[in-house]
């Protein structure tokens, strides 16, 4: 994200240890592909981190190009599918979970279709302002839909979910989006990758609670 490879390369570390902890809460298979969120994202920074490296260093120029393609394949790619599928699998209402399921139907396709487009389009990152900022080309009519796909698959999804204090993490996923598109448009993509990996330290309070109902479900049983 912002300031430097230093932050990036931090904030991978500390998403590290979190999603560590996070795993070992997990109490049901279910949970597993939920829980994962902060290690997925650590390793999402540490890719951006190389980007820096490759910005900010000469010697290591060369692999600009594919840190910036796997860095944009965990921010564009990834996500839009993972979300609403780790929301689907957990779901236990069966309203919700077809809502889900169409959601993480949604965001195969859309991951489907932003893999190929990072695989044909240009792409170039920048480093401006202290942000790195990544510039590509818009071809297809169906990129303008895009974002609003984006916004169903990894937020609203987190509305619909019934695991208690998802709603949380949901409005802090909204939040950090809203502050992203007014305070860093130009860098949208880095800022608010970054502030979403902060945000997954959500994930771990979620799964703890998780643990805590499902033990004190197992007691009175």
Same mark, same amino acid.
Request: glycine content about 2%.
């Given at each position: 994200?912002c300031?430097s490879?230093?932050?990036?390369?931090?904030?991978?570390?500390?998403?590290?240890?979190?999603?560590?902890?996070?795993?070992?809460?997990?109490?049901?298979?279910?949970?597993?592909?939920?829980?994962?969120?902060?290690?997925?994202f650590?390793?999402?920074?540490?890719?951006?981190?190389?980007?820096w490296?490759s910005l900010?260093?000469?010697?290591?120029?060369?692999?600009?190009?594919?840190?910036?393609?796997?860095f944009?394949?965990?921010?564009?790619?990834?996500?839009?599918?993972?979300?609403?599928?780790?929301?689907f &699998?957990?779901?236990?209402?069966?309203?919700?979970?077809?809502?889900?399921?169409?959601?993480?139907?949604l965001?195969i396709?859309?991951?489907?279709?932003?893999?190929?487009?990072l695989?044909?389009?240009?792409?170039?990152a920048?480093?401006?302002?202290?942000?790195?900022?990544?510039?590509?080309?818009?071809r297809?009519?169906?990129?303008?839909?895009?974002?609003?796909?984006?916004f169903?698959?990894?937020?609203?999804?987190t509305?619909?979910?019934?695991?208690?204090?998802?709603?949380i993490?949901?409005?802090?996923i909204?939040?950090?989006?809203? &502050?992203?598109? &007014?305070?860093?448009?130009?860098y949208?993509?880095s800022?608010?990758?970054?502030?979403a990996?902060?945000?997954s330290?959500?994930?771990?309070? &979620?799964?703890?609670?998780?643990?805590?109902?499902?033990?004190?479900?197992?007691?009175?049983?």
């Amino acid at each position: 994200m912002c300031f430097s490879e230093t932050v990036s390369f931090g904030a991978a570390v500390a998403l590290t240890t979190i999603g560590v902890f996070t795993l070992k809460k997990v109490e049901k298979p279910n949970q597993i592909l939920f829980a994962s969120i902060p290690l997925l994202f650590a390793l999402q920074q540490f890719t951006e981190g190389f980007v820096w490296m490759s910005l900010m260093h000469p010697k290591y120029a060369a692999m600009e190009h594919s840190a910036t393609i796997l860095f944009l394949f965990f921010a564009q790619v990834l996500w839009p599918l993972f979300v609403p599928l780790s929301m689907f &699998i957990m779901e236990k209402n069966k309203a919700r979970k077809t809502i889900l399921m169409s959601f993480a139907i949604l965001g195969i396709v859309v991951a489907l279709y932003r893999f190929y487009w990072l695989l044909d389009i240009n792409i170039q990152a920048k480093i401006i302002e202290n942000h790195i900022t990544y510039k590509f080309d818009t071809r297809s009519d169906f990129t303008k839909y895009y974002s609003v796909v984006y916004f169903l698959t990894t937020v609203v999804s987190t509305f619909i979910s019934t695991v208690k204090k998802m709603k949380i993490l949901g409005i802090a996923i909204l939040l950090s989006v809203i &502050i992203s598109r &007014i305070f860093f448009y130009h860098y949208f993509i880095s800022v608010w990758c970054f502030m979403a990996a902060i945000i997954s330290v959500f994930v771990y309070i &979620i799964v703890k609670e998780m643990q805590k109902t499902l033990r004190a479900e197992n007691r009175e049983a």
